[in-house]
């Protein structure tokens, strides 16, 4: 009982970590387009620069997700890492004003090249957080997924859980907390939605994973015939939502 009680938070954990990825990106938008001044730049570049960090962190972070035998742990540590990076990367947003004004001033308004810099410049903000955002499914599924037997049914549930939550944390974020409360202490609320408040990994895997592995169905990595040839295949973390 106490255990299905604790995969059941951990899934209200993962909904809420996804609704929080989208509140930083609503939340990210909505600052940069006041340094940026043309709101399609500022959209292009979180929305660029978003997914890079993300496909990023899969790709690196996932592999360490696979070999950790702790993978809540690695997950709860991303979580808390994600609210960090978030936090410290909007406070630096008042360096790029100066830097922006800088090169604004010496490209034309509308050139590749100053889209570029404005996607540096957001790069410097989003990357970090988004980069350990791409790390939490491969890290949940690691410790859900027993085997090729439970792949399917699980991994959708974790990815269908995290992508609703990015549908409710984007309305939410658009359309009532900004307006309600305002930008910043919506970013606080998205920091504290993520964090690992509650998590406390433990050394073992959870149950589900374990029960696999007591029915020989299990492989030590859940994702190894994914792999295929090239052995570098990893499923995609958030696509344009998150946490």
Known sequence: MRESRRISWVYVLFLLSGAAGLVYQVVWSRLLNEIF??????VTAVLATFLAGLALGGWLLGRIADRRPDALRFYA???LGIGLTALAGTWAMSALGPAHVWFASRLAPDSAALLVVRCALAAVVIV???FLMGGTLP?????FVGGTAELGRKL???YGLNTFGAVLGSLGA???LIRAIGVHPTLWLAVVASSPRGKRPSP??????RGARGRGAPSPNPFFPLRGARGRSKPRGRS???S
């Not at 890290?139 to 410790?143: H, K, L, S, T, W």
């Open 37 to 42: 001044g043309v709101t399609a730049h500022a």
């Open 77 to 79: 540590i991303l979580e």
């Open 128 to 130: 970090p957080p988004t």
């Open 139 to 143: 890290a949940i599924a690691r410790v």
């Open 156 to 158: 959708s549930l974790l």
């Open 174 to 176: 658009g359309f009532v």
């Open 204 to 209: 073992q895997p959870l149950s589900p994973l």
């Open 240 to 242: 344009g939502c998150s």
